[in-house]
C-alpha cells in the first residue's frame, strides 16, 4: 500500500475556511464569464446577441453540465483514496477522469452537425425569437465546440485538485480562464465587432489555455507527492474492478447532471416563449442565479474533500468523527455565507444590473424579475452543500434518485405557473425546484450517516 501523509481528526473550520474560499472563487468566475460576455455584447452595436449567446449557451450547459460527474466523481474518488493513504489509486483516478472527459469532448466534436441540428430545432420549439438571434446562436455553437475535449479534460483535473486540498491551484487556473476571456471579449466583441462569434472565439481560446495550466498544477501536486515517476498503477489504470466502480458512479451522477442541466435548458427555452428582450434578460439575471449558487459551492467543494477523506479512512470510528464534524461545520459556513449573497443583492442588486445591461427595454426587464435573484442564495444553498456531502461519500444513486423525483415537478410546475404568470410564474417554478432538491436529498442523509456508523 503507497501512502500519503495522514489527515487530521479535527475538522476546524479554519480547514474549511482554507479550503472554501478559493473554492468560491474558482467556482464564481464560472458564471462571471457568462457576465463579462453580456457586459461586452450590451456596449456593442449588436447588443440583441446577449439573447443569442443565452441560446447557444443552453447546449455547453447541457454538454458540459452533463459531464460535470467527471468532475464530482474524480473528487470523490481520489478524497477516498486519500482518506485511505493511497497515492496510486489517487493518480489512477485522476487518468480515469481524464481520458473519459476528453474521449467524450472528441465525440462532440466528431458528431457536431447532427447535434447541433437537433438541438437548435428543440431550441425552436415555441420560441418567439428572431431569426437573426437564431444565426448568431448557431455561429456561436459552430466556434465553440472544438473546446470540448479541452473543457470535459480539465473537469478531471478540478475534482482531482479539490480532493487533494488544492483548491488555491483551482482558484488559480479559473481566475487566469476568466481574466483570458474578459481580454479576448472586450478585442473581438468591442474591439472587432464580432458579436456572438467573438464571444465564442474568446471562450473557446480561454478553455484550451485553461487545459494546459492545469496540467502544470497537476505536475505541481505531483512532484510534491513523492515525484512525478513515483506510484503509477498503470496496470489499474482501466482495471474492470475499478472502472466498473468509477463508470457506476459516473452513470449515476450522469443522470443527476442531465436532468439539472436540463432543467436549465427548460427554464431558457421557456424564457424564448416571451420574446427577445425576456430571453435576454433572463439571461443577465441567470448569470447572477448561477454567480449566487456557484459562490456558494465552495463549502460544499470542502465537503467533499472532508467527507470524502473520512468515509476513505481506514479507522473507521476516527472517520465517522471527522464525518460529522464536516457536515456540521460545512453547514454552519455556507448558512453565513447565504445571508452575506441575500444582503449583497438587496444593497447592490441595481448597481449589478446597470453595470450589465443597456438603458432601455432589457434593463426594465431585469429590474423587474430581480427580487428573485435576491432570494435565491436562501433558495439554493441547502441543496448544494447536500450535493457536497454526497459527492464525497460517492452515494451518486441518492443525488440522481433526488433529481429524478423533482426534474419533473419543475416541469409541471412552470408549464402551470408560467403562462398564469408569466415571467413571474416561470422564476417561481424554478425556485420550487431547487427547494424540492433540497428536500428531496436531505431525506437521505440520516440513511448515509448510519450506514457509516454501522461500518464502523
Known sequence: MTAVPSQPLETSYRRIFALAWPASVAASVTPLLGAVDVWALARSDRPLDIAAVGLASVIFSLIYWSFGFIRMSVAGLTAQAVGAEDEGETRAALVRGAAIGAGVGLVFVVLQFPLGLLAFKALAIGADVSAPTFDAAREYYSIRIWGAPFALASYAAFGWLTARERTDYLMIVSVFITGLNIVLDYWFVIGFGWGAAGVAAGTLIAEVAGFFACLVFVAMVLARNGGLGAYWKRAEFFALKKLRRTLSVNFDIFIRTLLLAFSFAWFIQRSGAFGDVTLAANQVLLQLFLFTGLALDGTAIAAE??????????????????????????????????????LLYWLAGDALIALL????????????????????????????????????????????????????????????????????????????????RAVTLGVYLPRLKSTFANQA
Open 357 to 436: 445591461t443597456p438603458q432601455g427595454a432589457i434593463r426594465e426587464a431585469t429590474q423587474a424579475y430581480m427580487p428573485w435573484v435576491i432570494i435565491s442564495p436562501l433558495i439554493v444553498v441547502v441543496g448544494f452543500q447536500l450535493d457536497g456531502i454526497f459527492i464525497g461519500a460517492t452515494r451518486a444513486r441518492e443525488m440522481r434518485n433526488s433529481m429524478i423525483v423533482t426534474a419533473p415537478v419543475f416541469l409541471a410546475s412552470s408549464l402551470w405557473l408560467a403562462p398564469t404568470f408569466g415571467n413571474h410564474g416561470l422564476w417561481a417554478a424554478f425556485s420550487i425546484y431547487f427547494l424540492l
Open 305 to 342: 474533500t472532508l467527507v470524502g477523506q473520512a468515509m476513505g479512512s481506514r479507522d473507521l470510528a476516527r472517520g465517522l468523527a471527522r464525518y460529522s464534524s464536516a457536515v456540521r461545520r460545512t453547514f454552519v459556513m455556507a448558512a453565513f455565507a447565504a445571508l452575506v449573497f441575500v
